[in-house]
């Protein structure tokens, strides 16, 4: 069965890049039928859609982060992978990938990525 | 895109139904049935209860239950069971490949 398994940094340094990596097993990337996308949560708080990918290369962002955000993919791989760039201690977050079709069917655990020097 | 207005907090005794609202706007919820409903337990990662409206993912209890009236979307958790405590988050798709969640609502089992 599809599993995804978000891989980055735990730690990032404010004003630098998050880099984070999504890696999907089990299935393929490059299904017609799905998108694949980013979500946070910062502690404590709520769900927040950063953005989603086509495995043709295709994205799209949140309009509130898309000044700093990119989405790739690469299907060689099976990977899409998220950076976001002149982070401040706001983006201090649990990130969670995962399949898009409508809804967000299948989640990665999450990973969680704290901005502090 | 703002998100969705759900109420902080939800209870019902073991047994029990609890109703959860989720309002958006006719750009979101009013406008799309594509509103989804996520269950997440502490330190776990969200679970996809209901898609599109009122549909059940496999595998997901029969008394988890979704609809939608104009702006505002509800869950419904009938025969309430001590493992239904959780956070949940209502989303909606909101146009241009993009999606908005709810505030969430923390459900409790008395």
């Known amino acids: 069965h599809l599993q995804l398994q978000e891989s980055g940094p735990g730690l990032v340094k404010p004003s630098e890049t998050l880099s984070l990596t999504c890696t999907v097993s089990?299935?393929?990337?490059?299904?017609?039928?799905?998108?694949w996308g980013w979500i946070r949560q910062p502690p404590g708080k709520g769900l927040e859609w950063i953005g989603e990918i086509y495995y043709s290369g295709s994205t799209y962002y949140n309009p509130s982060l898309k000044s700093r955000v990119t989405i790739s993919v690469d299907t060689s791989k099976n990977q899409f992978s998220l950076n976001l760039s002149s982070v401040t201690a706001a983006d201090t977050a649990f990130y969670y990938c995962?399949?898009?079709?409508?809804?967000?069917?299948?989640w990665g655990q999450g990973t969680l990525v704290t901005v502090s020097s | 895109q703002s998100a969705l207005t759900q109420p902080p907090s939800a209870s019902g005794s073991p047994g029990q139904s609890v109703t959860i609202s989720c309002t958006g706007t006719?750009?979101?919820?009013?406008?799309?049935?594509?509103v989804s409903w996520y269950q997440q337990h502490p330190g776990k990662a969200p679970k996809l209860m209901i898609y599109?409206?009122?549909k059940r993912p496999s595998g997901v209890p029969d008394r988890f239950s979704g609809s939608k009236s104009g702006n505002t979307a509800s869950l419904t958790v009938s025969g309430l069971q001590a493992e239904d405590e959780a956070d949940y988050y209502c989303s909606s798709y909101a146009g241009s490949n993009n999606f908005v969640f709810g505030t969430g609502t923390k459900v409790t089992v008395l």
């Open positions: 995962a399949r898009v079709s409508g809804m967000l069917d299948i």
């Open positions: 599109e409206v009122s």
């Open positions: 006719s750009s979101d919820v009013g406008d799309y049935d594509y």
């Open positions: 089990g299935g393929s990337i490059s299904s017609s039928n799905y998108y």
